[in-house]
């Protein structure tokens, strides 16, 4: 959460010159309300409904660069769909996550004790995000573009 896909998707997209889509913003989009609002108003679970639905349609249509919510590999049928697919999981240690999102409200997962919340998030999901990613890039320390090249790098496509 926070560790820079939507940011760094953005960015791959344009150096590849394909187009860029993200589920989060399809989900704001089709409710006219913000992610926190609909964990707030519905609850996690009608979002992650939202959630498995939006990336079905995704991965469907979408022919480009795809981020996914932070949270969309909790779904079995969602990881069975990214199998095969050029995934790249973009990882991050806590103090960078801490920086990046810890004083942000926009992330309801976050919003009390991010620290350790984002702690027990991660050990619930690590081995989710590597069992469907094909490449694993960090990013500490590194600038959304140095994470861009090293994407492109590690999933051996194109130079930018
Ligand atoms: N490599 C980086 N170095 C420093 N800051 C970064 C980097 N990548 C992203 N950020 C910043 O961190 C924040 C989170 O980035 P972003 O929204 O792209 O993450 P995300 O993985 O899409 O998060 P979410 O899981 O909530 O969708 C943004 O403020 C962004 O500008
Ligand atoms: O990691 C998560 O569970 C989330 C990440 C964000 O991308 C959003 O999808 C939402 O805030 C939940
Ligand atoms: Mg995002």
Redesign the pocket.
Known sequence: ????????GELLAAQLGVAFRDT?ADIVAAEGREISDIFVEDGEEHFRALERAAVRTAVAEHTGVL?L??GAILDDGTRELLAGLPVAY?SMDVEEAVK??GLNTA?PLLAVNPRRQWRELMDARRHLYTEVARVVVA?DD???EE?AQAVLDALELKDV
């Open positions: 959460m926070g560790s820079g896909k939507s940011t760094v989060d981020a919510g932070g973009l990046r999102v992330r990013t590194r600038t959304p994470v």
